[in-house]
């Protein structure tokens, strides 16, 4: 009794453990009564008889019970191929209650073991969408594991490579001799197997001891990173380059001044000269200056119209002052120009007029520099089928050979590196012009036979542009 008075029950548990130290005496009581009733001796045999009776009633009790392990046991077995197998109906007691906490152990166990391979299944796939690859391979070298990323930069199969030894597979002596050395403390830098001349594959590879003597290989694509360190370095080479030639003649024609009484012809040469690359360094600074606020500023908006009559008036403006310029300068024939007519002009672009205005007039002035004296040059603005609109210049001058074609854009690349300098050109031209282009959603087409001339075709898509 409790303190209330109410009588405690026994746990199930307890009362199948009762049941059990119950059953095998009842079993012997009952096989005594049963023996004393059947068998017929004097009363100094009954308790023999009594003894009999009892132990084949424990005997039966034994038998039942035993029946009902190897039941059990056989359920058990079977649980490992079939797991929904369900419970031996004759199963009572203590081996039911057995079964039942083996039942619910199992359940754990199977839900534990499913969100642990569900956590690796997650991993595995984390590590599959890494664009890092990753191999695993245990003390005696061997692959046995490694995910998409590794298979792209090693050139490897998932499941033909299992189990290979990876100096057999990556037979690159400076890889093999980084494997071989046991030096991990740094990384390595190679070629990968599958690379090309045309697509180039360049891997940083670290080694990482873990576990028992296995080993984890990580490899990165820095292909992109060596480039733009090659385009970084031959950056800064051309900008001193290209300063460093109107900087020593300055220098040059100044120590001459100081230094020389000259005549008053010379000095206004000299001055001349000096004139003419201080304005070629202005002019680099501001290119330079124009295309960093281009690569930070942010995209253009696309509900800032301009009226496409206003862009084409200003590079009007400049073809005609650069002609005008070139032929008094050198006592020659003007460029003929042909500018679309103003009813044609009915439209508006998105985006910034600024950069839309330098863009075309580099593309004008591009073709007044570098056609002859005399030369025809044509200024276009057609819509497209898709709804946008082309800014075509076109000229009849010399024309650019097909292998240059792909690298006009290229910042101080020139076709004539002579012919530029004397035009005063920078180099940045084209790739202001194309910087503008991309933020604009604009393409640069560039279509050009030797002898034949040139056409500079910006592309604008259909949201840039509304008709009136």
Partial sequence: MDRNGARRRLSPEKTDVVNRLLAPILCIFAGGLVANHFWDAPSASIRWSALVGGSLGLLLWLFWDNWRASLLIDWLRRLQNAPDTPLPRP?????????????????????????????????????HASPNGVIMLNGAGRIRWMNHSACRHFGLD?????????????????????????????????????????????????????GK????????????????????????????????????????????????????????DYLARMTRNATRMRNLVGDLLALSRLEASPPPSLEQWTPIRTLIAACVAEARGLTAVAAKKGGVAQHELVFP?????????AGSADELQSAFINLASNAVRYTPPGGRIEIRWTPTLEGGAAFAVQDNGPGIAPEHISRLTERFYRV??????????????????????????????????????????????AERIRRK
Avoid at 227 to 243: G, I
Avoid at 341 to 349: F, G, N, Q, S, Y
Wanted: glycine letters at 6%.
């Fill in 158 to 210: 998932e499941t033909r490579d299992i189990a290979q030894t990876v100096t057999h597979l990556l037979r690159d002596p400076a890889f093999g001799a980084y494997y071989t050395q046991r030096d991990f403390s740094r990384g390595i830098t190679l070629d990968s197997p599958i690379a090309t001349i045309a697509r180039p594959l360049r891997l940083a590879v670290n080694i990482y001891p873990y």
């Fill in 416 to 461: 004539d590196s002579g012919r530029s300098s004397e035009s005063g050109g920078t180099g940045l031209g084209l790739s202001i012009v194309k910087h503008v282009l991309q933020r604009h959603d604009a393409r640069l087409k560039i279509d050009s036979v030797p002898g034949s001339g040139a056409c500079f075709t910006a592309i604008f898509p």
């Fill in 341 to 349: 007519e103003e009813t044609k002009l009915d439209a508006e672009i």
């Fill in 213 to 268: 003597k296995s080993l984890l290989i990580l490899s990165r694509d820095i292909t992109a990173i060596e480039r733009n360190e090659v385009v970084r370095r031959d950056f800064v080479a051309n900008v001193s380059h290209e300063l460093r030639t109107p900087l020593t003649v300055l220098a040059g024609f100044i120590e001459t001044l100081q230094t020389l009484t000259l005549t008053e012809n010379e000095r206004n």
């Fill in 91 to 127: 199963l009572s007691g203590v081996w039911r209650m057995m079964a039942d906490r083996l039942t619910r152990l199992l359940r754990q166990q199977r839900q534990q073991g499913n969100r642990s391979f569900r956590r690796l299944e997650d991993i595995r796939d984390a590590l």
